[in-house]
């Protein structure tokens, strides 16, 4: 268990649809980051939150949403599903302050859609 | 943050010490060089990082040339459990800096 918890781990849905990624961080950790990993693709940073607020953006579509709450967990929101967006997508939390021990993962959530 | 170049493939006995090279000629003086590996659909993992001293914990060791600009990162034992991708990554090490996956290196250790 690495400390950061995606929820669910699978996830079937049909195009057109909404579905929502959550993700609960490493306890103390003030920063989340969410990648998308399509079939035999690297890893694609998408967006980061830093204690509640966006801190950078990579290639998200604008179908796609996030945020950070209160309590630090993350929700990402993929909406208008398309076929292509099935992927395996990753949370990622780091340390605070001092972030010398890297980068935690998730175990992903791996989302099809029909 | 800087480019690495990685071979795309390599292949390791079992038993046998694994060294996976990446270059990174661009890197900046307070860029770290880090190393995470991806077991088939799992999250990454962190392996190991360094600024310019060599390295070196319970998983692996991190070997950085003198001028920076290539590292070497090393399993002394490969074991079938090794096999994954490893992605060397360079970056500036502060709170909340994301970190940019290239192609990474595909590792098989075979029996």
């Known amino acids: 268990d690495s400390g950061v918890t995606q929820t669910p781990k699978h996830l079937i849905t049909a195009t057109g649809q909404r579905v929502t990624l959550r993700c609960s961080p490493r306890?103390?950790?003030?920063?989340v980051y969410w990648y998308q990993q399509s079939l035999d693709q690297g890893l694609q940073f998408l967006i980061q939150?830093?204690?509640?607020?966006?801190?950078a953006k990579g290639n998200i579509l604008e179908r796609f949403s996030a945020q950070q709450f209160p309590d630090l967990h993350s929700e990402l929101n993929l909406s208008s599903l398309e076929l292509g967006d099935s992927a395996l997508y990753f949370c990622a939390s780091s340390a605070g302050p001092q972030s010398s021990d890297g980068y935690t993962f998730g175990s992903g959530t791996r989302l099809t859609v029909v | 943050d800087a480019k690495t170049t990685q071979p795309t493939s390599m292949d390791c006995a079992e038993g046998r010490a694994a060294n996976l090279p990446c270059n990174h000629s661009t890197i900046s003086g307070n860029e770290y060089v880090y190393w995470y590996r991806q077991i088939h659909s799992q999250g990454p993992q962190y392996i190991i990082h360094g600024l310019k001293n060599n390295e070196t914990n319970e998983m692996a060791s991190l070997i950085i040339t003198e001028d920076r600009k290539s590292s070497t990162l090393i399993l002394p034992h490969a074991t079938l459990r090794d096999t994954a991708v490893y992605y060397c990554i360079v970056r500036v090490d502060y709170a909340g800096n994301m970190l940019t996956f290239g192609g990474g290196t595909r590792l098989m250790v075979k029996p």
């Open positions: 939150y830093y204690n509640g607020e966006e801190r």
């Open positions: 306890s103390g950790d003030l920063s």
